[in-house]
């Protein structure tokens, strides 16, 4: 997850193919602005989007980002500054430690930071924004931890929901192993949770060459209201910085995601798959309550 490098598959197809070289491309830029996400940012320090302790009246929840990982913040410079433009909203990322051993632990210190947030801000609620690691983080939080009561939204980009068997050979790292189909945080995760009242969306791709098998990244849980958004063309690394993911993330925090009958449009299939469906991103059937869907 996050700057791990994995074997890649093969390209099969120029889809595949061009997929691979975006990977690439952002992966050299990734690696220029590392750096400069080491340090973690102090409290309030460089907050995207709503002033620091402005008032909750006219404002959308805070938005806290969490990367992946190996990663840091840095992977997070282009959403983070299309989320906080205009002002409506408090964006803000979370470093957590890259000698993390237990994401269980780390949903913890996640805990403690949405609470602080929610004090600054005065707002009762956040929304979450995960990449990989990070969206198993903040679904640990909100489904093992009572954060339901904080979180409104928990949006994921290529987050192994079902485990992945990517990279058998860093099996001895604990957060790989908590990564896999068959580790006791998977049977967590995958136990009921009742009463869950945040609303998850989960973007997943089948040119994620770390999700394996591919529909990981689904949340697939009766409990969730959940919704699973494809994205086509695009790998790993892509997920948070293509322009049609960002696009779409902003448009799921602005509010309940919109009705895909409504706005698939003619030429669209049953399931938004069809000729209609323009762009990378495209309409899946919901799983769990939700009965939306969402069109780009």
């Not at 990244?217 to 322009?243: C, F, M, Q, S």
Request: aromatic share 4%.
């Amino acid at each position: 997850m996050g700057l791990t490098i994995a074997p890649l598959p093969v390209p099969r197809s120029g889809a595949a193919l061009r997929a691979a070289v975006l990977e690439a491309v952002v992966l050299a830029g990734h690696m220029l602005l590392y750096p400069s996400g080491v340090r973690e940012e102090r409290r309030g320090e460089g907050a995207s989007g709503a002033r620091a302790g402005a008032g909750a009246g006219g404002q959308l929840p805070p938005v806290l980002l969490l990367h992946g990982f190996t990663d840091n913040r840095s992977v997070f410079v282009l959403l983070r500054r299309a989320l906080g433009a205009g002002g409506r909203r408090r964006v803000e990322t979370y470093n957590y430690s890259p000698f993390t051993l237990d994401l269980r632990v780390t949903a913890r210190h996640l805990a403690r930071r949405v609470e602080e947030l929610c004090e600054r801000s005065g707002q009762e609620r956040v929304d979450l924004v995960g990449h990989s690691l990070g969206g198993l983080v903040g679904r640990y939080y909100v489904q093992r931890l009572g954060g339901d009561a904080r979180v409104r939204t928990l949006v994921t980009l290529g987050t192994p929901h079902g485990g992945t068997r990517v990279a058998p050979f860093m099996d001895a790292h604990p957060l790989v192993r908590q990564m896999r189909p068959d580790s006791p945080v998977m049977a967590e995760l995958r136990a009921p949770a009742p009463g869950c009242r945040t609303r998850c969306v989960a973007f997943w791709s089948a040119y994620d060459a770390l999700m394996a098998p591919t529909g990981t990244a689904r949340i697939e849980h009766p409990d969730l209201d959940a919704t699973n958004v494809e994205v086509t063309g695009i790998g790993h690394l892509a997920l948070p910085v293509h322009p049609a993911v960002i696009t779409a993330v902003r448009r799921a925090l602005d509010g309940p995601v919109r009705d895909a009958g409504a706005e698939a449009g003619p030429g669209a299939g049953a399931d938004g798959d069809g000729e209609g469906s323009t762009g990378p991103v495209r309409k899946l059937r919901s799983t769990g309550t939700g009965e939306e869907g969402m069109v780009v």
